[in-house]
């Protein structure tokens, strides 16, 4: 397995609220964190930092080859449950943290199998057999909005509320991630931020991870969600095997 990933300011930021953490865990186990901070001032890229290094930190910890797939799922609510206690912690103790949180998207593959945790609309997509699936669903406000009929995809796409999350890690005392267990025998997994997935289309993505090498993969879809000026920070990480 070979695995990359690349975080941008951006266009429009005058700083960087995501955070990401690629690790090899042997020589078929693989760990990618990606988050996105929100909060004033620096509290935004505190909390992403915190919940990465917590993240990773706490799977470094307790990982085992021998895990069960019920353990690694496990394994990851603890992980992100422990991100969230640290994150809320800071940002109940400092007035200058109040409010602070971030997405959150983990994977973790081992053989086989990738498993994946998120909170939040940071998002993964597998792209394999020359087609691309999102595999996490957005806890959004405009997502529940689409289940429920109440706007089109297209409509979806200008409405103002469009990055309203309904989840994320640190803003309460306990979080809800949601588990994607996949196979993954080949192909490319790729994590990302809004600032990606909300400037290109998923085709648009396919299309990059298609033509490019899977080395390059990051750098050419932040520079893709930047010629169109994007506005927000955009952090990418593929596994590809």
Not at 109 to 133: F, N, P, Q, W
């Amino acid at each position: 397995m070979q695995i990359y990933g690349k975080s941008d300011i951006g266009m429009m930021r005058s700083c960087n609220q995501d955070a990401f953490d690629t690790v090899v865990l042997s020589d078929d186990a693989v760990l990618s964190i990606v988050c996105d901070g929100m909060g004033g001032a620096n509290a935004g890229n505190i909390a992403s930092k915190v919940a990465t290094d917590t993240i990773k930190n706490y799977i470094l910890r307790s990982y085992s080859p021998k895990m069960s797939s019920s353990a690694i799922e496990n394994l990851l609510r603890g992980a992100v449950d422990t991100a969230n206690v640290e994150v809320f912690d800071m940002a109940s103790g400092n007035e200058d943290y109040k409010g602070m949180g971030t997405t959150v998207v983990v994977a973790l593959v081992v053989g086989d199998t990738a498993h994946i945790l998120h909170v939040g609309d940071s998002r993964a997509y597998l792209v394999a057999d020359e087609k691309i699936e999102q595999i996490t669903r957005d806890h959004s406000l405009i997502q529940d909005m689409l289940d429920n009929g109440e706007v089109t995809a297209e409509q979806a796409k200008l409405h103002p509320k469009k990055n309203i999350i309904t989840r994320a890690v640190g803003i309460l005392p306990q979080v809800d991630g949601e588990y994607n267990q996949i196979q993954f025998t080949s192909g490319v997994l790729l994590s990302c931020t809004d600032g990606l997935s909300g400037m290109l289309s998923a085709d648009e993505i396919l299309q990059i991870v298609l033509n490019d090498k899977i080395d390059e993969v990051p750098d050419r879809l932040i520079d893709a969600a930047n010629n169109l000026h994007s506005n927000d920070n955009v952090t990418v990480t593929v596994v590809a095997r």
